[in-house]
Structures are given as structure tokens and as C-alpha cells.
């Protein structure tokens, strides 16, 4: 079935290939996703009668599911980058950016579309951060709520899972509705008929997604169960309900939501109840353990698809889900109940005060814990511990099968120590060092010493994210915008997202050109640096050697030029970064800079970036490019390749050795790369 599924998307895409998106029907499958006022769907595309497959559509408007459209924009293929491939694993063939709608046919809705409209127009989502969360919660919307800052606080705290619906959702609506079943004559086998049913229609309401659906299947297997005299078992009941999901649509084992939802539900079942002994032994209430090892159990389990995919570790979910769990809990209970008396009009009002009271409250928490320092690390997705750790639990319950208490607290103490003792060292002790990072056709460059640690431009995107986690950046003192070409800012916000970020240095007057998701950042200030200013990193001095005059930070030409020097115990180091600064610049500095050991080529290693006169005032013992694989600029060019190698120098480049760190040492510097 799987190679069937494999053979029918190959000649889907093909087949999409040869049309034009005008060509096309498109019909839309749930919520969006929201970015920055565009919407992106899940899409069916037909052509004609036969559905060609799924797609990713993006337009600028909002579009209800089951909505059959069509559109004039261009199709193609997803990058081959994570998000591409992550859509290309979940069945999407192809990208679809609409240029103009053409029709919109919304047709009627079917009885649980029509009511969860109803509810969401009622609810509001887009208009209060409390009110998005009533949507998630009950509506399984949590398109709103992500798009707003406090989306990301559930990402921190590690409680995002408390909004998508799945089994502990199922439970307390299934509660609810069983009270009000058992008041009624029925008999105990038409009573569970109908609680499955009612569950069934609850996550086809909520957008059966595939964690909703595997807890549905698994609560009617249960009942199922019991109906028949059987002994309930939580395992069988979850893989008959994979098998089934994989028989039915193979991609599904590509879909991060059933990933996460299976391998937590696992890892609850085998080793919750050891986790709870283990806590209990260790004096911890045992309700408290009881919270305490189904959060521990399931982010453990996870960590191979979660860090992977997000790079990020919450510290404080176990204590954020002690406490946020049990609000969200009581938010669904009671907007179960008290959201759907909204659509009367005379209760529409005060239906919602107390779900926004219990979702104000939660905000609140989500709010308090996301601000710890330290709440969430950054964590490299080749980490083996991330691969190590899932398993430990499996081989602690085989091997010691009844923990005490001494020992657990003697071994705890020595995990955090071991922990600990690679983030002081890269945060307080890191040995200075310059590195030109790997972030495709781009620039980045991390200069750190000790405890102080600046970044050289952000490149264009996420991607610096990922090089900073590489090289163990927990924070930055400092961030140099050399002039704002995107592939030198665009990773900017993402930076200010995931680290604490003290200051932005700019040149003279190119503050004014900032883009506006760099101002206004709170706790970030923003410097403008001049002709021969200097800033101090650690032992490191950064001299600022052009522009000459105040810029806008708009052109190449504008770019901040940096003379990095160390000289410290015997060592020393000087290093040339130019951002995208070329010859005609260049000349206009090099005899002051004089004599360096390394230049960080201009403008990617292009061809007016280096001549052989320029190298032989500046004798580079290397020159590093750094650039991005396959990029159509062709660079770096063999025309600054040649120049290095005649002036006898050594040249290296992101594209083959990634990222390129030198080290200051006794003798010269040096060279250690990413790959050899």
C-alpha cells in the first residue's frame, strides 16, 4: 500500500507539473496557517473530476474549509530545505502562491461545520490573545493564537500540546458528556454507543486531526473492552489504532502531530507508573508525581522528533504542566458547557466571562514562566544525547526495577552537574575564537571570548539560528548589521526570537533604513558606530574602518568594515570582515589596515571583491568566502579564487568546509572547520 501511495504522488506531481494553477480546482482542507497576514492551506487539487493530490496554497485572505477555489498563481516545487521536505513528507506535491482569486464557492456547510463557524464568529479568536486560546481549546483553532506572541509562550514553556486536541482533551469532554448521560434512563451499552459517537463528532468538529483521532479510536477500543467483559489494555488499543492509520493513509507516519502523539501516549503506558513510584520515592506528593511524570514521560519520549524539528528543550515544562494543566483542564470543562449557550443572544455576553476568566489566567502562567531565564535551551539537532535519552528510561526500569531514594538523588545530582558543566564552559569560558558560519548564501560571522560572544550580521534566514545552537551560543552581547541587504539582516528577528540580544551596532545615520522587525525590540538597544570607533569583545577589539562617512545602509558600498584584533598570553590575531565592501572601498582603507592574518572576503568572494594589489598590502595568510551551494551568482568566482592562490595564500569556503572557526594561538592562528 505504501508503494502504491509512493507511485500515485510520483505521477500526481508530474501531472501538476504540466498544468497552470488557473487550470486547477482547489479545495481546502481545515485551518490555516498564519504569517505575517498571509494564509497558507492544505489544499485537494482537482482537475476536472480527478484529484491530482494535495497541495500548499498561500494567499491573502482567509478561505473555510471545504471551500472549492480557483485562482490564477504559479505552481512549484518546495525547497529542499526542512520546511520543504517536511511538507513534501506530509503528502503536499507542490506550492501554490495565488496571484488572484478567481472564485470562492464556499457551499453549505454540513451541520458540525456550521456550528464550529458559528462558535469560532462568536469567540472572536483574532481579536484577543484569551479568546484565541478559547478557540484552541475548544475549537481545535489555534491558527490565532500562534500567530500572536502568545503562541510562542506555550513553545517555550513546552504546554503547546495542552491546546491541540488529543486524548486528554477527549477525556474531559467524554466526562462532561457521560455525567450528563448517566442522568438519563439509557441503558449502560446505549450510553457508551452514544459517548462514542459524541467523541467522534467532537474530533470531526475540532478538525480530526490525527492525534484527536488516535485518542478517539483508543477510547472506543477501551469501551469496546469493557462491553465485551475484556481486560482493557492501553498498548494493543494504541498500535490496532496505528496499524489502522497506516493501512488507511501511509504519509501519516510523517505527520509530526501522530509522531508526537503516539510516542508520548507510549511512553505514558510503559513508564509512567515508574516514573510516579520513582518521584514518590524521592518525597513528592504522590498527585504532584502523578503530573510531574506524564509531562517527564512524554518530552522525553519525543525528544527525537521535537529537537530535530525545533531545536529547543523547555526546562520548566514539568512545572509549567503541574500548574497550566490543571487551568487549561477547567477552561475546557466549562467553555464545553458554557461556549455553545453564546450562540443564544441574549446569553452571548455573559456565556464568555468565565472562559475568558480561566483563559486569562492561564495567559497569565504561560506569561510568568516563559520569562524565567532559562526556561527553554537551544539544543543541536545531532545531539546524541537527544537519541540516548528516550532509551535510558527502558533500561532503568529492566535494571532497576525499584529505585531509592539515595541513590536517585545522587545520580540526579550528577546528570544536572554533567549538564551544567558544557553550558558554563561555552558561556563563561569559551576560548576566543572567530567563526564564519555556514548559512547558505549569506553572511554570519560569531566572535566570542569568555563569556562575551557577538554576531557579525544574521544571514537571511532561520538557518543562523541553527549555526548559533551548533556552536553552543546560549546568548549575545552584540549584534553588527554591516547594511541592510537581507542576506545580512534577514535571520535578525529570528536571533531576537531565540536569544537574549544586549545591543544592535549599525554605521553612522543606517539606523534610519532599519527594517521595522528589527526596531522596538524590548531590552534591545541600538548603537550607530563611526569611523574608528572601537567595541571590545572580551580580549578581542573591533575597529570600525569604514564608511568614512555617515550612510544609509541601503548598497554594498555602505557596508560596516571591521578590523578584529586580539593579542593576549603571547597570542594574537587580525582579522578583516567586510561584508559586502568591494575593491573600490576596499582601496580606500587597506594601507591603514596594513599587514592581517585573515580576510573574511567581501560580498561573498564575488569577482571586484579581492585583486592581486589589494592581497599583497593586506598578505592574508587565508582568505574565507562564505556562500551558499548552487547560488546563481556563481560565487565565490575563480577570478578571487585565482587572486588568493597567485598572492599565496590559502582559501576556504562555507560550501565545502561549513563552518570555518580560527583561533588565536602562539604561533599564527588556527583553521578548524565543520567538515574536513
Known amino acids: 500500500m505504501s508503494a502504491g501511495w509512493a507511485i500515485g504522488a510520483l505521477r500526481a506531481s508530474r501531472a ?6 488557473s487550470s486547477l480546482e482547489f479545495v481546502v482542507c481545515g485551518d490555516p ?29 482567509e478561505l473555510g474549509a471545504g471551500s472549492h477555489v480557483r485562482a490564477i498563481g504559479r505552481i512549484s516545487r518546495f525547497e529542499n530545505d526542512a520546511y520543504g521536505r517536511s511538507r513534501v513528507l506530509r503528502g503536499e506535491l507542490r506550492k501554490v502562491k495565488v496571484v488572484r482569486l478567481v ?27 484569551a479568546r484565541s486560546l478559547i478557540a484552541g481549546v475548544v475549537c481545535g483553532r489555534s491558527s490565532e493564537l500562534r500567530a500572536q506572541p502568545a503562541g510562542e509562550w506555550f513553545s517555550v514553556t513546552g504546554t503547546a500540546h495542552l491546546i491541540a486536541v488529543s ?81 488507511l493513509r501511509p504519509t501519516v507516519l510523517f505527520e509530526m502531530g501522530f509522531q508526537l502523539s503516539c510516542a508520548s501516549v507510549f511512553a505514558i503506558l510503559c513508564f509512567c507508573p515508574y516514573a510516579t513510584y520513582a518521584l514518590c520515592e ?56 458554557l461556549v455553545p449557550c453564546s450562540l443564544v443572544p441574549l446569553l452571548r455576553h455573559g456565556a464568555l466571562v468565565g472562559p475568558m476568566i480561566v483563559a486569562r489566567c492561564a495567559l497569565f502562567f504561560e ?29 532503568l526500569l529492566v535494571w532497576w526495577p525499584r529505585p531509592r531514594a539515595r541513590p536517585m538523588a545522587v545520580g540526579l545530582l550528577c546528570l544536572m552537574l554533567a549538564a551544567a558543566v558544557p553550558y558554563v564552559y561555552w558561556d563563561r569560558c569559551a576560548l576566543p575564537s572567530v567563526t564564519v558560519l555556514d548559512v547558505g548564501q549569506a553572511d554570519a560571522i560569531l566572535v566570542r571570548q569568555g563569556s562575551a560572544v557577538a554576531l557579525v550580521d544574521c544571514g537571511l534566514d532561520e538557518r543562523v539560528v541553527s549555526a548559533l545552537v551548533r556552536n553552543n551560543v546560549h546568548h549575545i552581547d552584540a549584534v553588527f548589521v554591516t547594511h541592510w541587504d ?22 553612522a545615520d543606517a539606523l534610519e533604513g532599519a527594517p521595522a522587525e528589527v526596531l522596538n525590540r524590548p531590552g534591545v538597544t541600538c548603537r550607530q558606530v563611526a569611523l574608528g570607533d572601537t567595541v571590545d569583545i572580551g580580549a578581542f577589539r573591533a575597529r570600525v574602518m569604514w564608511p568614512f562617512d555617515t550612510v544609509d545602509g541601503e548598497g554594498n558600498e555602505d557596508s560596516l568594515v571591521l578590523l578584529l584584533s586580539y593579542a593576549r598570553e603571547g597570542k594574537s590575531l587580525r582579522m578583516l570582515l567586510t561584508g559586502d565592501a568591494e575593491l573600490d572601498q576596499e582601496r580606500e582603507f587597506v594601507q591603514e589596515v596594513g599587514d592581517i ?39 565565490p568566482s575563480d577570478a578571487c579564487i585565482d587572486a588568493v592562490r597567485d598572492a599565496g595564500g590559502a582559501f576556504a569556503c562555507t560550501i565545502e568546509q561549513g563552518d570555518i572557526t580560527v583561533s588565536p594561538t602562539a604561533t599564527g592562528f588556527a583553521m578548524r572547520c565543520q567538515r574536513p
Not at 438519563?184 to 459524541?198: D, E, H, I, K, P
Not at 537551544?378 to 533500561?395: E, H, I, K, Q, T
Request: proline share 6%; aromatic share 6%; hydrophobic share 50%.
Open 16 to 21: 501538476l507539473d504540466n498544468r497552470a494553477a
Open 33 to 61: 496557517s498564519i504569517n505575517d497576514g498571509a494564509y497558507s492551506y492544505t489544499c485537494d487539487a482537482y482537475a476536472g473530476e480527478k484529484r491530482l493530490g494535495q497541495v500548499r496554497l498561500s494567499c491573502d485572505r
Open 103 to 129: 472564485s470562492i464557492d464556499e457551499g453549505p456547510p454540513g451541520p458540525l461545520s456550521w456550528l464550529r463557524n458559528e462558535l469560532l464568529a462568536v469567540i472572536a479568536p483574532a481579536t484577543d490573545p
Open 167 to 247: 486524548g486528554s482533551h477527549l477525556a474531559i469532554v467524554g466526562f462532561v458528556i457521560e455525567s450528563a448521560l448517566q442522568k438519563t434512563r439509557l441503558s449502560r451499552g446505549f450510553q457508551r454507543g452514544l459517548l462514542v459517537l459524541a467523541l467522534a463528532a467532537y474530533a470531526v468538529f475540532t478538525g480530526a486531526s490525527p492525534s484527536a483521532v488516535r485518542a478517539c479510536c483508543m477510547v472506543a477500543a477501551t469501551l469496546v473492552a469493557n462491553g465485551a467483559g475484556r481486560r482493557r489494555h492501553g498498548l494493543s488499543a494504541l498500535f490496532v489504532t496505528m496499524a489502522i492509520f497506516v493501512l
Open 282 to 337: 524521592l518525597s513528592v506528593p504522590s498527585g504532584v508525581a502523578g503530573i510531574l511524570s506524564v509531562t517527564m514521560c512524554s518530552q522525553l519520549a519525543t525528544l527525537p522528533v521535537t529537537i530535530p524539528a525545533f531545536g529547543t528543550f523547555s526546562l520548566i515544562a514539568p512545572l509549567a504542566n503541574a500548574v497550566i494543566g490543571p487551568v487549561i483542564s477547567v477552561l475546557l470543562a466549562i467553555s464545553v458547557v
Open 367 to 395: 506569561q510568568l514562566f516563559a520569562a524565567v531565564p532559562g526556561a527553554s535551551v537551544s539544543v543541536p539537532p545531532d545531539a546524541p544525547l537527544v537519541y540516548v535519552v528516550p532509551f535510558a528510561l527502558a533500561v
Open 486 to 507: 537581507e542576506d545580512h539582516w534577514g535571520g535578525l528577528p529570528d536571533v531576537l526570537d531565540r536569544f537574549s540580544v544586549g545591543t544592535i551596532a549599525v554605521a
Open 597 to 635: 592574518d585573515v580576510l573574511k572576503l567581501g560580498h561573498h568572494g564575488s569577482k571586484v571583491s579581492v585583486d592581486t594589489e589589494l592581497l599583497e598590502t593586506l598578505k592574508p595568510e587565508l582568505s574565507i568566502a562564505s556562500a551558499g551551494e548552487g547560488n546563481r551568482y556563481g560565487h
